[in-house]
């Protein structure tokens, strides 16, 4: 798992009720702004991601791909919006979905050139329909990571069956997001409409 830890910069922000903090931690980008809660739930993506590599025979590249993904994909999950919109700029990002268009700017602008890393984390909270199996592996490990507290045993489940059938489950889990979205009343955006009629 990944551990938090370490040296934190003196700036701190108060975000709902819980504190936001500039991270400088092994492989956390220094512009990162995550709580302690963020950075738990990032822990389990980034575990969820190694198992599955390492019981898919992944190679190396790939393999760190999908780890990178995973600790990056939040890293400024916590920024404020305006932050945000300083970074993304309202006409990049249609959807108002801003903290992973953000982060992966950021990434590029630090220097990161591997696509599948950068798409993975600018869409794993909308989709993507091109995505190759780094972007669709972190939209499920995001989705499925023991830490959320519903539907425990149906993605438990989902989690274990994905190394023996990636599309399947990926498949899966892009209709169970969808019809979470439906039954709690908010709008799907059309990238995932997209994402959705790509792999049905």
């Known amino acids: 798992m990944f551990v ?52 898919m025979g992944l190679t190396a590249d790939e393999a760190r791909g999908w780890h990178d993904a995973g600790l990056w994909h939040d890293a400024l999950r916590d920024a ?11 006409k990049l990002h249609p959807f108002g979905v801003l903290h992973g268009p953000a ?3 950021k990434l590029e602008a630090d220097g990161e050139r591997r696509t599948s890393v950068l798409e993975a984390v600018r869409w794993h909270t909308v989709g993507f329909p091109t995505w190759d199996r780094t972007g669709r592996a972190l939209f499920m490990a995001d989705f ?6 519903f539907m425990v045993q149906d ?7 994905l190394p023996h059938d990636f599309d399947a489950v990926f498949r899966q889990v892009v209709r169970m997001r969808l019809e979470w979205t439906l039954r709690e009343g908010n709008g799907i955006f059309s990238q995932t409409v997209d994402l959705w009629n790509a792999v049905r």
């Open 144 to 149: 499925l990571e023991p830490g959320r507290k």
């Open 103 to 105: 982060a992966a700017l």
């Open 155 to 161: 993605r438990a489940f989902l989690a274990a069956q």
């Open 4 to 55: 938090a830890s370490v040296r934190r910069s003196t700036r701190r922000k108060r975000l709902r009720g819980t504190e936001a903090t500039n991270m400088a931690e092994p492989g956390m980008p220094v512009w990162a702004v995550v709580t302690d809660k963020r950075r738990t739930h990032i822990g389990r993506v980034t575990s969820l991601l190694d198992r599955w590599a390492a019981d």
């Open 80 to 90: 404020p919006e305006e932050t945000l919109r300083a970074i993304v700029g309202d």
